[in-house]
């Protein structure tokens, strides 16, 4: 596995749900400083497929405070909205190879299939879909579909991939995940007709030829869905690395609920220099253009020269 080969193409894909803020900013600069040290291209992609979670002019915000960072795509910046063709020419093809199928499943009906089978409710544990809609389990037995999901199981079997599926993170190391008694059949468009991230994200990065996704940690766990999503529409996986989270207030995950503010465009100098210091890089030069130069010299000399798993 692994796509180290092809030309370097790396990217930052906001969701447009807020302005960037210091732990998104910190996904930026790392995916920007790695497609730098590597001499590649980096482009953005605005992930705006949940769209009752997007607000309203965040994504060209967000262009506007990458721009003052100067973070700027090298290609036209690409919106999830304006692709769902290729979602829905991805999902036809997992259907006609027998690997996704309607589910009928309200969360409701998952609740109860679990209660049946006499599995608790556990709080801030996810539990897999039960499988009550696979074909293989009778299908949707009259109900009407509602969302559509991976059949895991097959693709995992037909494809003979292993179990658990392994990759490498650059910065967290080796990772392995049953992603079918983890996560199961997974959702590829969601009841209320929207795309899901999983399928979106694997068809635009195939799409796009990215070869290395720097990204958040809080991410990390989508990996191995992800990577079976590859295997099953046949695209290159890339190679991946997870970079360190801000925390907020409460120590979970910088967000708005626990005192993430937006990156200020007047000092974005100070805000590349939070952001460099949680990637473990050093004090920013005079202005932010010598910053994201001595930054990329410092990126390339730990991540691409000497890339030793921390
Ligand atoms: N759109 C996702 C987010 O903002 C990131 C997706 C990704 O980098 O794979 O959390």
Redesign the pocket.
């Known amino acids: 596995m692994g796509n180290s080969g092809a030309a370097y193409r790396g990217?930052?894909?906001?969701?447009p749900?807020g302005l960037l803020h210091a732990g998104?900013l910190v996904?930026a600069l790392a995916s920007w400083l790695d497609a730098r040290a590597h001499g590649g291209v980096w482009l953005v992609r605005i992930?705006d497929v949940d769209r009752p979670r997007c607000v309203q002019g965040a994504d060209t915000a967000i262009l506007a405070q990458l721009h003052a960072c100067g973070l700027t795509p090298d290609e036209p910046v690409v919106w999830q909205s304006h692709r769902e063709t290729a979602y829905a020419a991805a999902l036809q093809r997992l259907i006609d190879a027998g690997w996704a199928y309607p589910c009928g499943c309200t969360r409701q009906h998952i609740e109860l299939a679990w209660r049946a089978r006499g599995v608790p409710r556990e709080r801030h544990t996810a539990r897999p879909y039960p499988g009550t809609c696979r074909p293989d389990n009778g299908g949707l037995r009259g109900r009407p579909a509602r969302a559509w999901r991976l059949h895991v199981g097959r693709v995992i079997a037909d494809l003979g991939l292993p179990v658990p599926l392994a990759w490498n993170d650059r910065r967290l190391g080796r990772h392995a995940q049953d992603v079918e008694s983890t996560v199961g059949d997974f959702v590829l468009k969601r009841a209320d007709g929207l795309w899901a991230?999983q399928l979106a994200?694997v068809v635009d990065d195939a799409a796009q030829g990215i070869t290395d996704?720097v990204?958040?940690e809080?991410?990390a766990d989508?990996t191995p869905r992800q990577i079976v999503l590859q295997h099953a529409l046949g695209v290159p996986t890339p190679r991946y690395l997870h970079t360190p989270l801000v925390l907020g207030d409460n120590g979970e995950k910088l967000s708005k609920q626990n005192g993430a503010r937006p990156v200020v465009l007047d000092d974005p100098l100070a805000a590349l220099a939070a952001a460099a210091a949680v990637l473990g890089l050093p004090p920013p030069a005079q202005n932010v253009a010598a910053s994201l130069r001595a930054w990329s010299e410092a990126w390339r000399e730990r991540w691409v020269v000497d890339p030793g798993i921390a």
């Open positions: 990217r930052f894909a906001p969701s749900t998104s996904a992930e991230y994200v996704i990204r958040g809080d991410l989508n």
